[in-house]
């Protein structure tokens, strides 16, 4: 759903941006709001995406190495 929308409003801008080179200065304004929503829609999209792959099981995130045991003691206890 939200690909649509990003779609949309892709498009939307693209119509507004030709009005506005047209010489309609308030145009811009709607570019603006349209561009600020498909970023936003292309963000949570790539959000949902990404929980659904976790979910079904898609490659997990890295985890950091287990690193050595320290040693006990200290400065003291190597001498």
Known sequence: MTVVAWGYLVWVAI???A??????GAAWWFVA??????IACLFIALLLGAAALRTLGG???PTAPESPPRPSGGK???R
């Open 76 to 78: 003291r206890a190597a």
């Open 59 to 61: 490659p997990a995130a």
């Open 19 to 24: 009005t506005a080179r047209a010489g309609e």
């Open 33 to 38: 709001l349209a561009s600020l929503g498909a």
């Open 15 to 17: 119509d507004f941006g």
